[in-house]
């Protein structure tokens, strides 16, 4: 059964290490097992792609935190769809493209700065990771679904 949800904003950085920042267009290619074309972590692994839900964005925002898309390094911030919740395995469709999640949450080696903030971060918990398996240009516009 396929359900939908929608993307907030879309993030690249430069190099790995560091926040990503939204793409001012709000548009991407996405390439088959590479993941988004001009992103630092894009190459032929198994975290291609990263994804945090707004609404984990916002309970950042609930502890007091300025806090925008991008600044846990996800690749795209989504409405709709509890991520965490989201079985390996599960096909993501993002316009004409679909990944397939690869990883829930991740370690943690060195605690960023939000977390010294406010003593918590979210993306290690509740972030996921997914592969491209099918590429495509993908937008804050693009009809999103995935399957159970």
């Known amino acids: 059964m396929k359900r939908g949800f929608r993307i907030l904003s879309i993030n690249v950085s430069a190099r790995t290490g560091e926040q990503k920042k939204p793409v001012p267009s709000g548009r991407v290619t996405l390439r088959e097992k590479h993941g988004i074309v001009g992103d630092a972590h894009a190459r032929d692994w198994h975290r291609q792609v990263s994804l945090l ?3 984990d964005v916002d309970t950042m925002r609930g502890k007091g935190i300025r ?3 991008g600044d846990f390094a996800e690749n795209l911030t989504t409405q709709g769809v509890d991520l965490s919740a989201l079985p390996v395995g599960t096909r993501l469709y993002l316009g004409e493209a679909e990944l397939e999640v690869t990883q829930i949450g991740k370690e943690c080696h060195a605690h960023c700065a939000i977390y010294h903030a ?3 971060c979210v993306m290690p918990r509740r972030g996921i990771f997914a592969r491209v398996l099918k590429g ?5 516009d693009s009809d999103c679904s995935y399957d159970l």
């Open 53 to 55: 839900a707004g609404e």
């Open 67 to 69: 806090i925008g898309f």
């Open 118 to 120: 406010v003593g918590d």
């Open 136 to 140: 495509g240009e993908v937008g804050v």
